[in-house]
């Protein structure tokens, strides 16, 4: 069973920035396309960002393009999503997720492993 902790939450005021992490138990990271999904209170689940397991694509919502970056470290079976310029309405749990040799799509029935989600707030 894969496990996926996300960290780096917290509360900020608009225009910081934030760097969330996702660490993967076991084997098998540098196959995984690695997403970042976020769900704010009374809104669906929405995607922010993905990373295909080859590394070669790379995609974001477009209302966090420009500001957002995903990035990988195989060696440290690690995922991140660095988030600049943050504004309140990014205020979100962010969860991580994980699909099998992916191609880092924006669905999330594409993905089949989450974390349990990081808080982030950001105050105006």
């Known amino acids: 069973q894969v496990q996926l902790v996300e960290s780096g939450g917290g509360l900020v005021q608009a225009g910081g920035s934030l760097r969330l992490s996702c660490t993967t138990s076991?084997?098998?990271?540098?196959?995984?396309?690695m997403a970042w999904f976020r769900q704010a209170p009374g809104k669906e689940r929405e995607f922010v960002a993905a990373?295909?397991?080859?590394?070669?694509?790379?995609n974001y919502a477009d209302s966090v393009k420009g500001r957002f970056t995903i990035s990988r470290d195989n060696a440290r079976n690690t995922a991140y999503l660095q988030m600049n310029t943050l504004e309140p309405e990014d205020t979100a749990v962010y969860y991580c997720?994980?699909?099998?040799w992916g191609l880092g799509a924006p669905s999330g029935v594409s993905y089949n492993y989450w974390g349990q989600g990081t808080q982030v707030t950001v105050s105006s």
């Open positions: 076991g084997r098998g990271f540098s196959t995984y396309a």
């Open positions: 997720a994980a699909d099998p």
């Open positions: 990373y295909s397991w080859s590394g070669v694509n790379r």
